[in-house]
C-alpha cells in the first residue's frame, strides 16, 4: 500500500521563520566552508548509484496517466548509467543501493552503504514534481547552504521520505524535514567535499543540455540528508517532472531514459579524466621530487628511519553548544574540539582502521547514528583512504 503524503502541507514551512534564520545559516556557512580535499591519487575506483525512493516509497506520482512513477523512472536511469560506465570501466566497482522497484531502504541507510564501502562518489537520482504542470527542466544538487530560501521546499520534498521510516525520530536524532530550525545543525554537516561535488555537478548538467537537450535548472546547493552525510563527492540528479505532461512522456520512453544515463555517465567520463589527470600530474611531480632528493633521502632514512603517524578516530558530532556534560553524552570519554563556536567531539584514538570501524558502529547502536572515522596524519586531518594507503 503507497503511502502518498500531503505536499503542500509538509513544504508549507514558516516563511518568518526561515527568514530569521538565514542569518544563522551564512554564519554556520562561513565557520564550515569546505575544502575540496579527496585526495586525488586515489582516483576513481568505486561508485555508488542510489536510485532515489523505492518499495512503500513510490517517489512522486507524476500526472498519473502511468503506472510508472519516480521510483521506476529513477531505477531504469541508473541502472542503464551503471551499464554503460561498467562497459567503459570494467574495473570500476558499481555499487547500487537497489536494483528493484520493491526493494525500501531508508535514507540513512543509502548514505551509509557509500560509507561503509569506502566509495569515491555517490550519484542519487530522482525526478521532480510541482505544483505547476509548467515546470520543466532538469537540475543538479549538491549539499550546501547557499540560496537556501529558494531551494529549500526541493529539499524538504526529498527528506519528507523520512516520515515513511518507523523510527524515523530515532533514526535521526529529532530531525524533522517540515521544520525550518532542524536544517541548522544540518548545516554543519556541510559537504567536505563540495568542490569535486560542484565540478561532477557542473558536468551533468551541461551535458544534460547538450546531450540530452533539456532544459538547465543550473548547479544549487541545498540540505538533502542523502548527501549530506556522504564522505565522498556526492550530488543528488532532477532528470525532470513528471508533473509536466511533456516531460513526463519523455521520461517514461526508452529514448529518454537512454539520454539521460548517456548524458550522466559522459559527466562522469569527464569528470573521471580530470581525477585521472590530476593523479598522473601528482605521481609525475612526486617522482621528480623523489629523483632529486634521493641521495639526501637515503641518508636521512638511515640515520633516522621513520613512518608517518596514522591515527583513526571517530567523530560523533557536530554541535552549536557544549555537549560534554550533557545527558547525551554520559559515560563516554570524548575528546572535545572547539572551532569557531561549534564544538566537535571525537572518541578513540587507535592506528588501526577496523578498530575504528567497530568503535564507530558501537557509537552508532549508542544512538550517534551519523558517527564517522577520520584520520590524522601527524596530527593533521586527511582522507582516510589517504591514510590507509600511507600505512601500507
Same mark, same amino acid.
Given at each position: 500500500?503507497?503511502?502518498?503524503?500531503?505536499?503542500?502541507?509538509?513544504?508549507?514551512?514558516?516563511?518568518?521563520?526561515?527568514?530569521?534564520?538565514?542569518?544563522?545559516?551564512?554564519?554556520?556557512?562561513?565557520?564550515?566552508?569546505?575544502?575540496?580535499?579527496?585526495?586525488?591519487?586515489?582516483?576513481?575506483?568505486?561508485?555508488?548509484?542510489?536510485?532515489?525512493?523505492?518499495?512503500?516509497?513510490?517517489?512522486?506520482?507524476?500526472?498519473?496517466?502511468?503506472?510508472?512513477?519516480?521510483?521506476?523512472?529513477?531505477?531504469?536511469?541508473?541502472?542503464?548509467?551503471?551499464?554503460?560506465?561498467?562497459? *567503459?570501466?570494467?574495473?570500476?566497482?558499481?555499487?547500487?543501493?537497489?536494483?528493484?522497484?520493491?526493494?525500501?531502504?531508508?535514507?540513512?541507510?543509502?548514505?551509509?552503504?557509500?560509507?561503509?564501502?569506502?566509495?569515491?562518489?555517490?550519484?542519487?537520482?530522482?525526478?521532480? *514534481?510541482?505544483?505547476?504542470?509548467?515546470?520543466?527542466?532538469?537540475?543538479?544538487?549538491?549539499?550546501?547552504?547557499?540560496?537556501?530560501?529558494?531551494?529549500?521546499?526541493?529539499?524538504?520534498? %526529498?527528506?519528507?521520505?523520512?516520515?515513511?521510516?518507523?523510527?524515523?525520530?530515532?533514526?535521526?536524532?529529532?530531525?524533522?524535514?517540515?521544520?525550518?530550525?532542524?536544517?541548522?545543525?544540518?548545516?554543519?554537516?556541510?559537504?567536505?567535499?563540495?568542490?569535486?561535488?560542484?565540478?561532477?555537478?557542473?558536468?551533468?548538467?551541461?551535458?544534460?543540455?547538450?546531450?540530452?537537450?533539456?532544459?538547465?535548472?543550473?548547479?544549487?546547493?541545498?540540505?538533502?540528508?542523502?548527501?549530506?552525510?556522504?564522505?565522498?563527492?556526492?550530488?543528488?540528479?532532477?532528470?525532470?517532472?513528471?508533473?509536466?505532461?511533456?516531460?513526463?512522456?519523455?521520461?517514461?520512453?526508452?529514448?529518454?531514459?537512454?539520454?539521460?544515463?548517456?548524458?550522466?555517465?559522459?559527466?562522469?567520463?569527464?569528470?573521471?579524466?580530470?581525477?585521472?589527470?590530476?593523479?598522473?600530474?601528482?605521481?609525475?611531480?612526486?617522482?621528480?621530487?623523489?629523483?632529486?632528493?634521493?641521495?639526501?633521502?637515503?641518508?636521512?632514512?638511515?640515520?633516522?628511519?621513520?613512518?608517518?603517524?596514522?591515527?583513526?578516530?571517530?567523530?560523533?558530532?557536530?554541535?552549536?553548544?557544549?555537549?560534554?556534560?550533557?545527558?547525551?553524552?554520559?559515560?563516554?570519554?570524548? %575528546? %572535545?574540539?572547539?572551532?569557531?563556536?561549534?564544538?566537535?567531539?571525537?572518541?578513540?584514538?587507535?592506528?588501526?582502521?577496523?578498530?575504528?570501524?567497530?568503535?564507530?558502529?558501537?557509537?552508532?547502536?549508542?544512538?550517534?547514528?551519523?558517527?564517522?572515522?577520520?584520520?590524522?596524519?601527524?596530527?593533521?586531518?586527511?582522507?582516510?583512504?589517504? *591514510?590507509?594507503?600511507?600505512?601500507?
Amino acid at each position: 500500500m503507497f503511502i502518498v503524503l500531503n505536499l503542500n502541507k509538509i513544504y508549507n514551512f514558516r516563511l518568518l521563520n526561515l527568514q530569521r534564520i538565514i542569518v544563522v545559516f551564512l554564519l554556520i556557512t562561513i565557520v564550515v566552508f569546505p575544502c575540496q580535499s579527496q585526495n586525488a591519487n586515489n582516483g576513481i575506483k568505486k561508485i555508488v548509484i542510489d536510485p532515489g525512493h523505492g518499495g512503500k516509497d513510490p517517489g512522486n506520482l507524476g500526472t498519473g496517466r502511468y503506472k510508472e512513477t519516480e521510483k521506476h523512472i529513477a531505477l531504469d536511469i541508473s541502472l542503464l548509467f551503471g551499464n554503460y560506465v561498467k562497459e *567503459a570501466y570494467p574495473d570500476i566497482e558499481i555499487i547500487y543501493t537497489r536494483k528493484t522497484n520493491d526493494k525500501f531502504l531508508e535514507l540513512h541507510e543509502r548514505t551509509q552503504l557509500a560509507n561503509d564501502n569506502n566509495a569515491d562518489l555517490f550519484i542519487s537520482i530522482h525526478c521532480d *514534481a510541482w505544483t505547476s504542470p509548467n515546470a520543466y527542466g532538469a537540475g543538479v544538487y549538491v549539499m550546501g547552504m547557499s540560496k537556501l530560501k529558494a531551494n529549500m521546499d526541493i529539499a524538504m520534498k %526529498e527528506n519528507a521520505v523520512i516520515y515513511l521510516e518507523d523510527d524515523y525520530k530515532q533514526n535521526y536524532e529529532g530531525f524533522d524535514p517540515n521544520s525550518p530550525e532542524s536544517y541548522i545543525v544540518f548545516s554543519l554537516t556541510q559537504n567536505t567535499y563540495l568542490g569535486q561535488s560542484l565540478q561532477i555537478a557542473e558536468e551533468v548538467q551541461q551535458q544534460f543540455a547538450t546531450r540530452a537537450n533539456r532544459k538547465s535548472r543550473g548547479v544549487k546547493q541545498a540540505p538533502f540528508y542523502v548527501i549530506s552525510r556522504a564522505n565522498m563527492p556526492s550530488i543528488l540528479i532532477e532528470t525532470g517532472f513528471l508533473t509536466n505532461p511533456k516531460e513526463e512522456d519523455y521520461l517514461n520512453s526508452k529514448q529518454g531514459k537512454v539520454y539521460l544515463a548517456s548524458a550522466i555517465f559522459r559527466a562522469f567520463r569527464s569528470y573521471k579524466e580530470s581525477i585521472d589527470m590530476a593523479s598522473i600530474q601528482v605521481d609525475n611531480k612526486e617522482q621528480n621530487k623523489e629523483k632529486k632528493i634521493e641521495i639526501k633521502k637515503e641518508v636521512i632514512e638511515k640515520v633516522n628511519p621513520k613512518k608517518p603517524s596514522i591515527i583513526f578516530k571517530v567523530q560523533i558530532g557536530t554541535y552549536l553548544k557544549e555537549m560534554k556534560n550533557s545527558e547525551r553524552f554520559k559515560d563516554i570519554i570524548a %575528546e %572535545e574540539e572547539v572551532v569557531n563556536e561549534t564544538y566537535k567531539y571525537f572518541v578513540g584514538n587507535t592506528k588501526s582502521k577496523e578498530q575504528a570501524d567497530k568503535l564507530r558502529i558501537n557509537m552508532v547502536n549508542k544512538g550517534f547514528n551519523g558517527a564517522f572515522v577520520i584520520a590524522l596524519k601527524d596530527g593533521i586531518r586527511i582522507n582516510v583512504k589517504e *591514510a590507509l594507503s600511507l600505512q601500507k
